[in-house]
């Protein structure tokens, strides 16, 4: 065989192969229709794993345990603090506090924004150095509410506007860590972190615990602003905690709970109750049977 005969016949056999490189239509078809049959089974699969259970969404500071504790005015005195530490006189460092929290319902969220300040170091220097230990105990009747929260009808998550190291630290001390089955904290470690009562931090909520349906969020908070944000978001079932009469700080300022309780449109189908126990009734459905 002459070289040129070869060099046709290497050519041949190159063609020939590279053909098969070329799907047939109908191998294009029957490809199409697996990938389909795969999406629906995977889509299936998804819906039948949805969880459509309730979620009960509690709120830690002054919820969890009480006002009377008086942690809001140890950490209203840390916050001012570091206000004065940032070189801000005494007098702009009270309204600076108040404004921000006014504002954007946490003070450091204002001060991230216009100072860029470290947030973490201010966790650390604020939240951080509460005596926790020294205030709080295992809460034996907190326990038993969250225990006869009928799981099988309810999941329960905390959800607080501190940085995730204090939301551990405050449901470990009370005994009812193991109760909560997620928690959203603000991510101090995001210089563009959300907090309640941005509609952007109950979005990121309901995203983290794979959740859809609004209608069928709890939810309880201390602070009205924070649970007339979650029904103006369309949160089937809003609850106020209100221990009237009680001294908390809020912004720097003390504020006697419940003295600003003048009715509002806003807080129609939002239902106010003065000890957790109520929600037993508040929220019966989702209790076991006595």
């Known amino acids: 065989m002459t070289l040129c005969h070869l060099r046709a016949a290497a050519t041949r056999r190159a063609s020939g192969s590279l053909r098969t490189f070329f799907p047939t239509p109908q191998l294009i078809s ?3 229709s697996a990938l389909i049959q795969l999406h629906s089974k995977m889509s299936t699969q998804a819906a039948s794993t949805q969880d459509d259970r309730y979620m009960i969404w509690l709120d830690i500071d002054n919820t969890l345990y009480s006002a009377s504790t008086r942690i809001s005015q140890a950490m209203g005195e840390r916050i001012h603090a570091y206000f004065l530490s940032l070189g801000f006189p005494e007098e702009e460092a009270t309204d600076l506090h108040h404004k921000y929290y006014t504002q954007y319902g946490l003070a450091l969220r204002g001060l991230v924004r216009h100072h860029q300040i470290d947030a973490l170091d ?15 105990e295992p809460d ?68 983290k615990a794979n959740l859809q349906d609004l209608s069928k969020c709890c939810f ?24 009237r009469g009680l001294v908390t700080v809020e912004g720097g300022k003390a504020k006697e709970i419940g003295r600003d309780g003048a009715l509002d449109p806003e807080d129609e189908g939002i239902t106010v109750i003065t000890d957790l126990e109520e929600l037993r009734t508040v929220w019966s459905d989702l209790f076991k049977a006595s």
């Open 220 to 243: 309880v908070d201390d602070s009205r602003a924070n649970v007339r944000a979650a029904k103006r978001l369309g949160w089937g079932r809003c609850v106020h905690f209100c221990e």
């Open 122 to 136: 201010f966790d650390r220097k604020c939240d951080g150095s509460l005596p926790l230990e020294d205030i709080l």
């Open 30 to 32: 029957f490809k199409l």
């Open 140 to 207: 034996h009747k907190l326990r038993k509410l969250l225990e006869d929260m009928d799981r099988s009808k309810a999941r329960v998550w905390a959800l607080t506007n501190a940085y995730k190291t204090h939301a551990k630290r405050v449901l470990g001390i009370l005994g009812v860590e193991d109760q909560v089955e997620g928690v959203v904290f603000c991510d101090y470690s995001n210089p563009q972190f959300a907090c309640k009562p941005e509609p952007e931090y109950f979005h990121n909520a309901m995203q």
